[in-house]
């Protein structure tokens, strides 16, 4: 696609759900990173992908947090057993390999009740 | 630690004025400094970008100012219009790794 795409744009669960959100990068990317943007908190580094590499999970903040890329494309966010301090927008974004600036989606932004 | 500190957290401006963010690192090993804006709704788009080999790059009204042995970067955005309203986050990246770290964003307002 055009732009990298992430489902869904809004999601609304109950405390203790388990969730799964969606990024479709753009295609051809080989990298493929996770934040999370928390109000006034700026964008918190969750893990990235780099092809078939392991990826870096240096930033899932819990092991309730995982997350896969099947086939080096498509890749989903699972957020098992979620608490409000879960609430946030979650971005994905991709880039080519060795190229700087990456692209962001629009986001999916989570709430917790 | 990679942190980037950010400042201020928000900004009201004139229009037609200049828009300064500002921005301070504390590992030298960075080599790329992006800037990105990113309106409501939207994800965070890349606006400029410096490498450390230079002092200052512009595109258009977005100037980035950079003092390597300040270890400091700076936005500036000339003749200010309420379509810049934003936030803009500036990051840092780490040579030879490809994940961005993140200052805390500023508010931007500009108002007519």
């Known amino acids: 696609g055009a732009g990298v795409s992430q489902s869904p744009s809004n999601k609304v669960t109950e405390k203790g759900k388990d969730v799964e959100l969606r990024c479709d990068p753009i295609s051809g990317h080989t990298a493929l990173y996770w934040y999370r943007q928390s109000l006034g908190q700026g964008l918190e580094f969750l893990i990235y992908f780099q092809g078939n590499s392991a990826p870096d999970k240096s930033g899932l903040p819990s092991d309730r947090f995982s997350a896969e890329r099947t086939g080096g494309s498509v890749s989903t966010l699972t957020i098992q057993r979620t608490q409000q301090e879960d609430s946030a927008v979650y971005l994905c974004?991709?880039?080519?390999?060795?190229?700087?600036?990456?692209?962001f989606g629009s986001g999916t932004r989570l709430t917790v009740v | 630690q990679q942190q980037v500190k950010q400042s201020p957290q928000s900004l009201i401006v004139q229009k037609g004025g200049i828009s300064i963010i500002n921005c301070a690192y504390e590992n030298t090993a960075f080599d790329y400094f992006p800037w990105y804006q990113q309106f409501p709704g939207k994800g965070p788009a890349l606006l400029i970008a410096?490498?450390?080999?230079?002092s200052e790059k512009k595109e258009g009204r977005f100037t980035i100012s950079f003092n390597k042995s300040a270890k400091q970067f700076s936005l500036h955005i000339m003749d200010s219009q309420p379509g810049d309203s934003a936030t803009y986050f500036c990051a840092a990246r780490g040579r030879g790794a490809d994940g961005l770290t993140f200052g805390k964003g500023t508010h931007l307002i500009i108002q007519p």
């Open positions: 974004a991709s880039s080519f390999t060795g190229i700087y600036g990456y692209t």
């Open positions: 410096i490498r450390p080999d230079v």
